[in-house]
């Protein structure tokens, strides 16, 4: 699933350490988000939209596989 | 934060319980079979309760150092409950779990050309693990 963390990081001048310390998850976890080769759980999703401000919806895009 | 420093120092506790019971174990085993002359039981226990009275004492001094320390323990908190790492540990244990099964099953089978007893015992040994397995997978499956 794609999303908008790496942006939103690299705006706000937060390094990927200080995210996973906030997001208390490793620094490989937050790697492999902004990679998309992970999906984060709800509590994660939710935990990292609270981080930037935003709704989960808008800091994950989410793609129906149908309409893919 | 607090409920895992309790968690942790419990594991400390069965950690040195584990220790003291092994370490009565390998004396009480070493008593009971004094009049045996087998050296390769003898070497066996020796070796296999050294291993793992040292891994105990590495462990709990690693476990002490962590509870001194709450960077370590924060550390260690973020490892054991990152979700990802919780997700690889479950993929490896399933494929894990299927390619032990499979190894063991031909393991019986070769065996059994050349020992009816080690055939037995490898066959024991799954049949062992998939009533575990099944315990385990219907006390997951009432409590999820």
New interface residues.
């Given amino acids: 699933m794609k999303n908008k963390i790496q942006e939103l990081r690299k705006a706000r001048k937060v390094t990927q350490q200080e995210l996973?310390?906030a997001l208390?998850?490793?620094r490989?976890?937050i790697i492999?988000l902004e990679n998309g080769k992970?999906n984060?759980?709800l509590?994660?999703a939710h935990k990292a939209a609270q981080f930037f401000g935003l709704t989960i919806e808008e800091l994950f895009i989410f793609e129906d596989e149908e309409n893919l | 934060m607090e409920k895992f420093r309790i968690k942790v120092q419990r594991r400390f506790h069965s950690c040195v319980v584990f220790a003291l019971l092994s370490m009565a174990l390998f004396i009480g085993l070493m008593l009971f079979t004094k009049g045996i002359e087998n050296d390769y039981f003898s070497g066996l226990l020796l070796g296999f309760f050294s291993g793992l009275e040292i891994w105990n004492i590495i462990h709990l001094c690693s476990l002490l150092k962590i509870l001194s320390d709450e960077k370590l323990l924060k550390e260690l908190y973020i490892k054991e409950t990152d979700e990802r790492n919780r997700s690889i540990m479950c993929e490896t244990s399933r494929t894990a779990i299927f390619v032990i099964t499979v190894t063991c099953a031909l393991a019986a089978l070769i065996s059994g050309f050349f020992s009816i007893t080690v055939s037995i015992t490898i066959a024991a040994v799954m049949l062992c693990g998939a009533l575990i397995f099944a315990v385990i997978h219907k006390y997951y499956s009432k409590t999820m």
């Fill in positions: 996973a310390d208390s998850v490793t490989q976890t492999s992970y984060a759980s509590t994660l």
